[in-house]
């Protein structure tokens, strides 16, 4: 067990560091010139000589491989770099809006779950029926609706028109945060119910469950028991793969509800050209999609005995 | 009866494409003409989508917007398709060192959150939709890469390759007229399968100000240009997005179809 997560972890490494060589390599080729960058957030003007001055002393004259690995050894200690904008440590800054994001994000997964799931197995067992053909219609329409969309059709019903919510987020209470998780888990669950569908259908239809119809357990047992269970391991990784479009569509849909999180301070970062922010938001997306990879793996070992005792996953 | 299930999302999607090309000639209104005396109108015979703030007749913009729309999403699909297929093809084939590499590069473009690396990107490069078509396409690459790698290793051994090889073909020869057709067919389907995803993305860049901006008509950037009307006047915003829901799905319904119909042969 602890040697397989070990592994992982060691092959996460060459990962990390491509992860971190591209980030740095967009900012530093696509980036403008930091310190007029720096000096026009703050609203001063420079001579070309104190430009350069600047440059020297701000080591940006170096090779570009030495000014990555002197960052990078950085980030390892902690150290982002500084906001051009706000002036403040850039990896406190971030770290200080995260747990808005993954609390946004984690709620959206669990709603996804909960709608999802029931719905996409009610579909599978009663397939071709009614109900069948009215959520195949439904997660087909949810799938052609681009998130933001959804975010302001959502707003116009549930905010403007009945006043049940607030349309911009105060603070990070419940009432806030029902809008932005909804929104977000409109749209996964559209593609989930019918992933969820085609995957039940597949395992009914396996040797084990007929099996097990033919010794007369009860259907409500075998889906819950043996068939759940079975396809827990493939929802898994795709609610981990699913991770990184959810933190993609944080960022839209937090900028629409002001939802402040890292998706919100990017786009602010953006707009401002704060590079350090920009890079450390890149960054920090990526270790945690990678993370959230490594959690669903490591968790097929407890679901998945093959695993366990040595086997390969086969799925 | 196959190919029935094929033809009519055909005909939506050629329809679609020639519209959107004529686009700016088929607009029952003049695009730019404002007209504040019939500012922000709801809905009616003479406006069937209403009118924005400046008189505009919303029906119109979204016909006009159609254009950069639609063809900016082909554009990435066909750009990372291309890029990630030569690449694929290339390591497929060759193997060695640069297959190597190239999959260790891939895998870690896969790594990222897609989105979010294309929102940095786009936001960077600030070039308008161009920006946005190059950094979706730049994101996208990979999973073709993966797919067209993966098939030329399955067909890369099969016995037409060595009788074109013993018949003397060079590499170039055998990669374009024995594994190309051969593979272009899935390449093809899920090519068509992303063109709806790719339009919705396009959108949100440009609905976030990292893809196309005004006066450039295009339906993300419309709905953002909007949005502060939402409560007074949603015709404004929501058209533009009508527009994207239905086009969006004409795509998914001739791509699922496409997949289908090629499962199925």
Known sequence: MYKYIFKRLLSLIPILIGISFISFALIYFTGGDAVAVRYEAIGGVLSPELISQKREELGLNRPFIIQYIDWLLGVLKGDMGISYVSGKPVFIYILSKLPNTLLLSATSLIVTILISLPLGILSAIKSDGIFDHIIKTVSFIGNSLPNFFVALVLSYILALRLKLLPVISQGTGIKSLILPTLTLSLAMSAKYIRQIRALVISELSKPYVIGARARGIKENTIIFFNVLRLTSLTIITLMALSFGSLLGGSAIVENIFMWDGIGKLAIESINLRDYPVILAYVLWMAFIYVFVNLLADISYYFLDPRLRLGGKNEK | ?265
Not at chain 2, 96 to 109: H, Q
Not at chain 2, 224 to 242: A, D, K
Request: proline residues 5%.
């Open chain 2, 1 to 265: 009866m196959r190919n029935k299930k094929i033809l009519i999302p055909s005909i939506l999607v050629a329809l679609l494409l020639i519209f959107a090309f004529f686009s700016p000639y088929l607009t029952p209104y003049n695009v730019s003409e404002q007209n504040l005396m019939i500012s922000r109108q709801a809905p009616s015979f003479a406006h069937i989508m209403g009118t924005d703030i400046y008189g505009r007749d919303m029906f119109s913009r979204v016909i006009a917007a159609s254009r950069i729309s639609i063809f900016s999403a082909l554009a990435v699909v066909l750009l990372m398709a291309i890029t990630g297929v030569v690449i694929g093809i290339f390591c497929g084939y060759l193997s060695g060192i640069a297959d190597t590499v190239l999959m260790r590069v891939s895998d870690i473009f896969l790594a990222f959150p897609g989105l979010v690396l294309a929102i940095a990107t786009a936001g960077l490069f600030k070039n308008g939709i161009l920006g946005a078509v190059i950094a979706l396409a730049s994101v996208g690459w990979p999973r073709y890469a993966r797919l067209s790698r993966g098939l030329v290793l399955s067909t890369k051994t099969s016995t037409y390759i060595y009788a074109a090889k013993l018949s003397g073909s060079n590499t170039v020869q055998i990669v374009f007229t024995q594994i190309l057709p051969n593979i272009i067919g899935q390449i093809i389907v899920t090519a068509c399968l992303d063109i709806g995803t790719s339009l919705m993305e396009l959108a949100a860049l440009s609905f976030l100000g990292l893809g196309a901006t005004p006066p450039t008509p295009e339906w993300g950037s419309m709905i953002n240009e909007s949005r502060s009307l939402l409560q007074l006047s949603p015709w404004i915003t929501l058209s533009p997005g009508i527009a994207v829901f239905i086009t969006v799905s004409v795509f998914n319904i001739f791509g699922e179809s496409l997949r289908d119909y090629y499962q199925a042969k």
